[in-house]
């Protein structure tokens, strides 16, 4: 399977494969998505700080999700425009999310 030499010894390639192809196509569950996504809003409704797009149940489907649009910038784009305090305060707001 590794014709680069590029995958270490032991690891089982096809497994990898495997758990990726399952995790993509849970990702492509959109209703659940949409759903995921109500519920994030919910939890974060709490916390300005945080924006969560709106499900637009309207045009979203099995085959599609369609959410508000919400103007921003990519997280590495955003950090170059920042000042450090301001980086500082996104990081640690992003953390706090990740680890609650």
Do not use: H
Not at 30 to 47: G, H, I, Q, S, V
């Amino acid at each position: 399977v590794d014709y680069t030499g590029m995958v270490p010894p032991g690891l089982y390639i096809d497994k990898v494969l495997e758990v990726c192809r399952e995790e993509l196509l849970e990702e492509c569950e959109y209703l659940r998505e949409a759903d995921n996504t109500r519920r994030f809003k919910l939890l974060l409704a709490d916390y300005p700080e945080f924006s969560v797009p709106a499900v637009v149940p309207q045009l979203s489907s099995s085959r599609v999700l369609a959410t508000e649009w919400m103007p921003g910038l990519p997280v590495d784009e955003a950090g170059e425009l920042m000042s450090p305090d301001e980086r500082d305060r996104v990081g640690s707001r992003l953390l706090w999310l990740s680890l609650t």
